[in-house]
């Protein structure tokens, strides 16, 4: 199954950005090194978020974005396999993912801002726990990409070399519930580019590398419309066709009937 769950960046209103507010408040600590080769110092984390917020849009509209819905086709070419996935989510943690199998079913991944589930095809939906429910957790918060202080023990700028054939920032965050990854962005535009992760899966933990690209404005806020996903040697690339900003019914992220009685583990 497809780690359809980074698709959290079409679906917090940050888009991997930073409030002003976080900016100028008292911060997770962050780090800024020196280029390799003693050049000038590398920019301090903050103000790398910082240039992206401005590049997709600025904070003032980002803030305005309640609840999102986005809709996109993925395709595995090695294997001939496509399908449709639907996300939607709402504040301030709320997030549920549909991907459609061709000929299996759909697989439901959710969080409703205290139980997480999943359900897939042919298997009763389950309650998520340890690390998998943590990992849901941190993505399912609306403004996780704003990089919000409470959210985060640390944020760090690593270096600048080569990403996806463009130079860019490498930032390596760690979050408040002890994960931690890397993220991208690029040196000219200021823009995510994308980054490597730990994903938990049913056959254990595997690094996921995605790329973003192809910005374009959605209600004045720049969007990335593709996405590919490089894992256990296995590429996936995903195209959005739909995005709509706060039209979520908060009725999609209810509890299915087996969960509400079900004692918890």
Not at 20 to 30: E, I
Not at 140 to 158: C, E, G, K, N, Y
Not at 196 to 219: A, C, H, L, R, W
Request: net charge positive; glycine share 8%.
């Amino acid at each position: 199954m497809p780690p359809m769950r980074e698709l959290r960046r079409w679906c917090g209103a940050g888009l991997v950005a930073a409030s002003a507010a976080a900016l100028a408040a008292p911060s997770a600590p962050t780090t800024a090194r020196r280029a390799q080769g003693g050049g000038a110092p590398l920019p301090d984390a903050r103000e790398v978020i910082r240039r992206h917020v401005e590049a997709v849009g600025g904070e003032r509209l980002l803030r305005k974005i309640q609840s999102r819905y986005v809709w996109a086709r993925y395709e595995f070419p090695a294997r001939q396999l496509h399908g449709t996935v639907e996300v939607f989510t709402a504040r301030p943690d709320k997030r549920i993912v549909k991907v459609e199998y061709p000929d299996l079913g759909t697989e439901i991944t959710a969080y409703d801002g205290t139980t997480g589930w999943t359900s897939k095809p042919g298997e009763r939906p389950k309650r998520l726990n340890g690390a998998a429910l943590a990992q849901l957790r941190d993505q399912s918060q609306f403004d996780f990409d704003l990089h919000p202080d409470s959210l985060f023990r640390s944020i760090a700028t690593m270096d600048v070399g080569d990403f996806e054939g463009r130079p860019c920032y490498r930032l390596r965050l760690v979050s408040t519930t002890g994960r931690q990854w890397f993220e991208y962005y690029d040196v000219q535009s200021g823009l995510f580019a994308g980054n490597v992760f730990p994903q938990e899966t049913d056959g254990g933990p595997v690094t996921v590398k995605t790329i973003v690209s192809d910005y374009q404005p959605i209600e004045g806020i720049r969007v990335p419309m593709k996405l590919v996903i490089r894992a256990a040697g296995v590429e996936e690339d995903v195209k959005v066709m739909r995005v709509r900003e706060n039209q979520v019914d908060g009725a999609v992220f209810a509890l299915p009937p087996a969960l509400r009685t079900a004692p918890m583990r």
